[in-house]
């Protein structure tokens, strides 16, 4: 499977516990890459993970990071979300628990592109908090 389609699995909708070897050593290669690249306290990631609201955390560099990695995963460009490219690559158990939610979120608007980043991740969070994720 192709790096994009990995870090997508695990950024976006993964559990942890079906991420194999790979995936994982992928997802923190661009979870290392992007928190380096823009600065970000990486601590709230662990927070969200654990259950807490990603918008509760609506630091700039978080928002940032978040977007660098959908960039390196080829989930954004230009500031848009290509929810096409993202639902083809999620699971199948995933993308049908997911997509209508995934449609209907699209590419939430913000001040700039690392808003619209974190807002659409926001989106995706409250539409499916259970199977959110993020690296």
């Given at each position: 499977?192709?790096?994009?389609?990995?870090?997508?699995?695990?950024?976006?909708?993964?559990?942890?516990?079906?991420?194999?070897?790979?995936?994982?050593?992928l997802a923190k290669m661009v979870h290392d890459n992007c928190g380096e690249e823009t600065g970000a306290d990486l601590a709230p990631v662990d927070k969200v993970n654990a259950g807490a609201d990603l918008a509760?955390?609506?630091?700039?560099?978080?928002?940032?990071?978040?977007?660098c990695i959908m960039e390196t995963a080829g989930m954004m460009t230009d500031g848009e979300v290509d929810v096409e490219a993202v639902?083809?690559?999620?699971?199948?158990?995933?993308?049908g628990r997911n997509e209508a939610a995934m449609r209907g979120c699209?590419?939430?608007?913000?001040?700039?592109?690392?808003?619209?980043?974190?807002?659409?991740?926001?989106?995706?969070?409250?539409?499916?908090?259970?199977?959110?994720?993020?690296?």
């Open positions: 499977m192709a790096l994009s389609a990995w870090v997508v699995a695990a950024a976006v909708l993964a559990a942890v516990a079906a991420m194999d070897d790979e995936m994982a050593e509760d955390f609506p630091d700039p560099k978080l928002k940032c990071y978040i977007k639902l083809a690559m999620l699971p199948d158990e995933v993308r699209g590419t939430q608007r913000g001040a700039d592109h690392c808003d619209n980043a974190f807002l659409t991740h926001v989106c995706w969070q409250k539409a499916n908090k259970k199977d959110y994720f993020l690296i």
